[in-house]
């Protein structure tokens, strides 16, 4: 199992630019989130895919916008990138379960080696 | 609101030296407690997952501990392979997964 797959590594942008970021998640899992990650922060959350749509979605810009493909396999995109934008982008993967007492909900999230953007 | 407060924020202790880190936490229903461990510049690893009031799991030389407002992670007789950032996470009702900011532990050899 090659588990949760990111790229590209790092990437170098320019302000304004725009940017995609892709993920693979591990096998068996349908559901993929997305987070930023600061230096020395905690990451947070952007939004979550299952079944191609947009779950949920954190306190970020429509600069953020994302994509589900039908073999579960995400995109990131970031338009007008801003030097605020510098990060390291993670990407998790979950299987989604069902249960009496929770609803629809996602199980333990297993995350990539992520993708440092830095924007100049 | 939703919360997550990690404490210490970094975190000296020789080889050996036994710890605790803190996650307090506040959350409507909440559906999971999450300890990840992360080396610089790389994903995080996943350790545990808590459910409930006085769960505990152990993997090696690390124990994680829940009660209704904290989750501790016991370190016994760390090793500098140890050293690393150890993140909290909550999965409340919204099913939404919230990040403290992280305890930076050092072991010294």
Do not use: M
């Amino acid at each position: 199992d090659a588990g949760v797959t990111q790229s590209p590594t790092h990437l170098i942008k320019t302000r304004g630019q725009q940017v995609t970021l892709r993920c693979s998640p591990k096998s068996g899992h349908d559901t993929v989130s997305w987070y930023q990650q600061a230096l020395g922060q905690g990451p947070q959350f952007i939004f979550q895919y299952y079944e191609e749509e947009e779950r949920q979605r954190g306190n970020f810009p429509d600069r953020f916008s994302g994509h589900q493909f039908p073999n579960y396999s995400s995109e990131l995109n970031v338009n007008a990138l801003l030097l605020g934008d510098s990060a390291l982008y993670l990407c998790a993967s979950s299987p989604t379960r069902t249960s009496a007492g929770h609803g629809v909900y996602t199980d333990t999230q297993y995350f990539g080696p992520g993708t440092r953007l830095t924007v100049l | 609101e939703d919360q997550v407060t990690q404490s210490p924020e970094a975190l000296r202790l020789q080889e050996g030296e036994s710890s605790s880190l803190n996650c307090s936490y506040t959350v409507s229903g909440l559906r999971g407690l999450f300890w990840y461990r992360q080396d610089p510049g790389k994903g995080p690893e996943f350790l545990f997952t808590l459910y409930s009031a006085g769960e505990e799991k152990e993997k090696e030389r690390l124990k994680a501990t829940l009660t209704k407002k904290e989750s501790f992670l016991h370190i016994t007789a760390p090793k500098p392979e140890d050293s690393a950032t150890y993140l909290c996470a909550h999965r409340g009702r919204d099913d939404k997964i919230i990040f403290g900011k992280g305890t930076r532990l050092h072991i010294l050899p």
